[in-house]
Every structure is written in C-alpha cells, then in structure tokens.
C-alpha cells in the first residue's frame, strides 16, 4: 500500500493506494498517525478511493489509528469509501464509529464547522 499525504488547509490528508492487508502496511498507517498527532495535527482525514483491497486486519489497523487520534483529542474521517468497505463497515457495525463522506473536500469541511 503507498500513502500520499497533501494538506487541505490545516488538516491532513491520505491518500491510500493498494490493498491494506496489515503487516508492513498496517504498521506504516499507524505510525504516520502518531506522527501527524505529535506534529500537532489531531484531525486527519483519510481517502480510500484507490483502496482495492481491506482484510480484517486492515479494518484493525484503521481502528487504532481512529483510538489513537481520539486519544489526544482529534478525530479521523473517511472519505470516498469504496463500496466493499462500505459493505466490510456495515457488516462489521464500524459504520456507526466512523464518519465517511463522499469526498475528501466534505470530509475536511466537516471539520472546519466544528470550529
């Protein structure tokens, strides 16, 4: 899995491409987490429209990542879910702990009115 990272204003933006299947990836999502929250970015917001492929062990390393952010007060949103994880998140009920939006820029401005 690779993971573009872009700043729309002043939250955080991944972009991930591949299949995030945990291992080597897994741990590479989370740590670039912990770096952004202790570079002072507690909102990040994620991009899975290039996402081919999650397995269970991907869904856990997107849920540590979301207990991370909220841990130190901030937040991670979903933005433009491709239908399998739209289905892997409603059969798993992860659809009632994440927000997803349609599009990254929706995402970004869910924040931005929080403020």
Do not use: H
Request: charge should be neutral; hydrophobic fraction near 40%; include cysteine.
């Amino acid at each position: 899995m690779k993971i573009k990272e872009e700043f729309k204003g002043k939250i955080p933006v991944l972009y991930l491409s591949g299949n995030l299947m945990g291992g080597e990836d897994s741990v590479n999502l989370q740590e670039r987490i912990k770096t952004l929250i202790n570079d002072g970015f507690k909102n990040i917001v994620m991009d899975f429209s290039n996402i081919k492929w999650i397995n269970s062990t991907g869904l856990g390393a997107i849920m540590a990542c979301l207990t991370t952010a909220r841990n130190n007060g901030g937040d991670i949103r979903l933005a433009n879910i491709t239908e399998k994880l739209d289905s892997l998140l409603n059969i798993t009920k992860l659809i009632t702990v994440f927000q997803t939006y349609k599009s990254v820029d929706r995402a970004v401005a869910s924040f931005e009115l929080e403020n």
